[in-house]
């Protein structure tokens, strides 16, 4: 079977940095996803990793061990507007472009 | 401005009636799906359909019927078989292709249906 495991639910302050995980075990790994989704809202594209290593992109970075299964998604210099679900996504070595999601992490910014 | 336009936002549905989602997709992808999401659970892929007049069961599809006769639409019908309607659902597309470029997902805005 597939797995996926990120935290439920994560809070932080305004202009914080936050860390937020992912780890999978699953048969096949073709990269990992980062999306975004604010309530009720389509999800949007963050990251893709699919390499050992890091990937910067504005206050926005991703980093993946596939000897490990693991990835986590930083987030610096926190703003209120961040406050919204994370999902971790791993594409599957299919004929298809196949993610499988995890449940997602609600992140919560105070001022 | 291109994108992935879903209808109804909102549906109410009584139980026993069919109901149909509308996905259509201006961005000339090849592949086009279909998730579900409910609360505490990762989304879940019900069809999927890669080139037009083709499309395969995902991990859920029981209770749920699509076509794709064009490359723009990939409408979803939720049947009255389908035990827990209650959801949101998420359309998407991509090129389907093999680079980075291919692989994103584009999603649309959802529609959120309630079987009273």
């Known amino acids: 079977g597939q797995n996926i495991d990120q935290p439920t639910e994560m809070t932080a302050t305004e202009g914080a940095i936050v860390q937020i995980n992912c780890t999978y075990q699953?048969?096949?790994?073709?990269?990992l996803f980062w999306y975004q989704q604010h309530a009720g809202e389509a999800p949007t594209f963050l990251s893709y990793?699919?390499?050992?290593g890091l990937e910067e992109k504005g206050r926005f970075s991703s980093f993946l061990s596939r000897s490990k299964g693991y990835s986590y998604l930083l987030l610096k210099e926190l703003q209120m507007k961040d406050s919204a679900s994370y999902l971790c996504a791993v594409s599957l070595n299919t004929g298809f472009q196949k993610l499988v999601f995890g449940t997602g992490t609600r992140l919560l910014v105070s001022p | 401005d291109g994108g992935i336009t879903q209808s109804p936002k909102y549906l109410f549905r009584k139980e026993g009636q069919n109901v149909t989602l509308s996905c259509e997709q201006n961005?000339?992808?090849?592949?086009m799906y279909w998730y579900r999401q409910d609360p505490g659970q990762g989304l879940r892929l019900i069809y999927y359909?890669?080139?037009?007049?083709?499309?395969q069961k995902g991990d859920i599809a029981e209770g749920y019927s699509v076509s794709r006769e064009k490359k723009e639409s990939f409408p979803l019908t939720v049947t009255s078989a389908q035990k827990n309607p209650t959801a949101f659902y998420l359309c998407?597309?991509?090129?389907?292709?093999?680079?980075?470029?291919?692989?994103?997902?584009?999603f649309g805005e959802g529609s959120r249906l309630t079987v009273l």
């Open positions: 990793n699919v390499l050992d």
């Open positions: 998407a597309s991509n090129l389907n292709g093999r680079g980075m470029g291919g692989r994103e997902l584009f």
């Open positions: 699953t048969s096949g790994f073709n990269g």
């Open positions: 359909s890669q080139i037009v007049n083709d499309f």
């Open positions: 961005l000339n992808h090849d592949a």
